[in-house]
């Protein structure tokens, strides 16, 4: 393999080996608390649109653009130093179940800008903040029958999840992203979909952004749902020279740990991410899970004592005083040493 050059987010590589460095946490767990109703995810642009558009998240970036500024300051005053561009379903694939799939780059830019300009104010020369521009896996799976009584049946194929990453891609690097993260991947196919495109518009665009790739146990199994164990997962993406592999959602802390552990062991050459769940799903709590902050950062703290992660954050039911206290328990421990010689160099 060759040096990787980044034109953007080039002291990422540096900071992840002088400390660990903190993710923000739950987006749809923190747009919950402001109870909107469907006139908020319409706004006056789609008070006309045929379709109900309540809990499309990601059309807030244009209809309540005020709401999810004000959820990534939050994460940033609460220490993170990378927040998540409110982009998880924002490719055509998922926005055209809304009938929106032509709107799906400007969410992008727009998504993207919000958090650059977040990010911006809350950065300073000793603590710079980052923007991860967010790829979810898709509502569809490339490697799974929706059929059960067709297993060869598909509703979706490669090509069309290249296409839509492309657009979505390029839309976040237009609107400022620092790195891009793949994440909550449950089919390694739609992950491969999504580094094609990354790699197709870098070729393009003579820029080289950071990528954090991070898969989805779903279960005690110890698969991600198309059935690739942690191990095979790492080997299918491994080609793509992520600055880290990692974990997220569908489990807490304390039952993703074997997993993290295991891709501790066998990818000592580059950088580990963790997100996990706020625990287990709970109705009657506030977050609609059971641990509170000072479980999550208890357990996190494990993590970082045993040497594991270098880059740690919070999935569903996380929010900022989840990440305040993270950030407390985990910045007095040493970063996980990366054991290769550094692949990942300054552009300068």
Not at 59 to 85: F, K, N, Q
Not at 190 to 217: D, M, Q
Request: hydrophobic residues 40%; glycine residues 8%; contains cysteine.
């Amino acid at each position: 393999m060759k040096p990787v050059i980044y034109t953007r987010g080039q002291a990422l590589p540096g900071l992840l080996e002088k400390r660990i460095v903190i993710l923000d946490g739950a987006m749809g767990t923190m747009i919950q608390r402001f109870k909107l109703t469907e006139a908020d995810f319409r706004g006056e642009r789609l008070k006309d649109h045929p379709k109900d558009l309540k809990n499309n998240s990601d059309l807030l970036v244009l209809t309540r653009p005020d709401v999810i500024r004000d959820i990534h300051e939050g994460y940033l005053a609460s220490g993170a130093d990378m927040i998540e561009t409110n982009t998880f379903g924002a490719n055509s694939v998922a926005q055209d179940d809304y009938g929106l799939g032509h709107l799906a780059r400007e969410m992008n830019v727009a998504a993207a800008k919000l958090a650059r300009q977040a990010a911006d104010k809350f950065s300073t020369p000793d603590k710079p903040r980052f923007v991860a521009g967010a790829l979810g896996p898709t509502p569809r799976t490339a490697s799974i029958s929706p059929d059960v009584n067709d297993p060869g049946a598909r509703n979706v194929d490669f090509e069309q999840l290249r296409a839509a990453y492309h657009e979505q891609v390029e839309g976040l690097m237009e609107g400022g992203a620092d790195l891009l993260l793949v994440e909550t991947i449950f089919d390694t196919l739609n992950a491969k979909a999504a580094l094609f495109a990354i790699e197709e518009v870098f070729a393009e665009t003579g820029e080289r952004l950071p990528v954090i790739i991070s898969g989805t146990v779903t279960d005690a199994s110890g698969r991600i749902l198309s059935g690739q164990t942690v191990s095979a997962f790492w080997y299918s993406v491994r080609h793509a020279q992520p600055l880290a592999i990692g974990l997220n959602c569908a489990l807490g802390a304390a039952l993703m740990r074997p997993y993290i552990q295991e891709l501790n062991r066998i990818a000592p050459e580059t950088f580990i991410s963790c997100y996990p769940n706020a625990g287990l799903p709970n109705p009657m709590s506030e977050t609609g899970f059971d641990e509170t902050p000072e479980d999550t950062s208890r357990l996190l703290r494990e993590f970082a004592a045993e040497g594991l992660v270098n880059i740690i954050g919070g999935c569903c039911g996380t929010t900022p005083e989840h990440i305040g206290a993270i950030v407390q328990a985990v910045q007095p421990l040493p970063t996980r040493t990366v054991k290769r010689e550094f692949f990942y160099k300054d552009a300068a």
